[in-house]
C-alpha cells in the first residue's frame, strides 16, 4: 500500500544543481530513516545519504559538501539537493525510506545524467 514517487531527475551540465523529491503515498508508520541511493550499470547500488529520526545526516565521501538531504516528515517527504554536480554523478537515483518496525519501502528511481 505504500508507494514512492521521485522526480527531478534530468540533463544538466557539469557544475550545475538539480534537486530530488520523494514523496510517500499510503501509510508508513512512524518512519525512522530516510536516504537516497544510486546505481550505474553492471555495479551495486550505492548508499548516498542519510538522514535519521533525529535528523543526523551521513554522506558518502564523494558527494560530501555538495550534496544536502533533508526531510519532512509530516508530508512524508524526503529531498536531495544536488550541486556542482560531476559527470561521475550520472546515475539512476533511488528514494529509500524506513519505519520503526523495520520495514523497507524503495522508489522506481529516477534517472541523472551529467554532461561535461
Known amino acids: 500500500q505504500v508507494q514512492l514517487v521521485e522526480s527531478g531527475g534530468g540533463m544538466v551540465q557539469a557544475g550545475g544543481p538539480l534537486r530530488l523529491s520523494c514523496s510517500a503515498s499510503?501509510?508508513?508508520?512512524?518512519?525512522?530513516?530516510m536516504a537516497w541511493y544510486r546505481q550505474v550499470p553492471r555495479k551495486e547500488r550505492e548508499l548516498v545519504a542519510t538522514?535519521?529520526?533525529?535528523?543526523?545526516?551521513n554522506y558518502a565521501d564523494s558527494v560530501k559538501a555538495r550534496f544536502t538531504i533533508s526531510r519532512d516528515i509530516a508530508k512524508k517527504t524526503v529531498y536531495l539537493q544536488m550541486n556542482d554536480l560531476k559527470p561521475e554523478d550520472t546515475a539512476v537515483y533511488y528514494c529509500y525510506v524506513n519505519n520503526v518496525r523495520g520495514y523497507d519501502y524503495w522508489g522506481q528511481g529516477t534517472q541523472v545524467t551529467v554532461s561535461s
Open positions: 538522514i535519521s529520526s533525529d535528523s543526523r545526516t
Open positions: 499510503g501509510t508508513i508508520f512512524r518512519i525512522n530513516s
